[in-house]
């Protein structure tokens, strides 16, 4: 069992130590600066729809759609590697005797 736990401990380290390193690569910096490209897209294309008189019905769908699509992108490119450096921080700190936290590793 303590080997299983040392492999899953291992492999989570590898994987938040990669995901940590991303926001380092020179693609990365493409990456986001697309996502934001795609989000100003979306912005003004439902500003447009909006000012074409589209059915406040369908506006209220894709708004919700586009908001969903960005919070998506915004999870995957910004969030996912800044958790795990977070996660690989919590678990470089040597553990304070006073203040004892449990690591929430879902974070």
Do not use: C, H
Not at 8 to 17: C, F, K, L, N, Q
Not at 25 to 50: D, N, P, S, V, Y
Not at 51 to 63: F, P, R, S, W
């Amino acid at each position: 069992m303590t080997q299983l736990l040392d492999e899953t401990e291992r492999t989570w380290i590898r994987r938040s130590d990669a995901l940590s390193k991303l926001p380092l690569m020179e693609g990365f910096q493409f990456l986001t600066e697309e996502m934001e490209w795609k989000r100003q897209r979306m912005e003004k294309l439902l500003i447009a729809r909006i000012m074409g008189g589209l059915a406040a019905e369908a506006i209220a769908i894709q708004a919700a759609y586009d908001r969903g699509f960005v919070a998506g992108m915004r999870y995957a490119v910004l969030d996912v590697p800044e958790s795990a450096a977070r996660r690989l921080e919590l678990r470089e700190r040597p553990p304070d005797p006073e203040n004892e936290e449990v690591e929430d590793r879902w974070v």
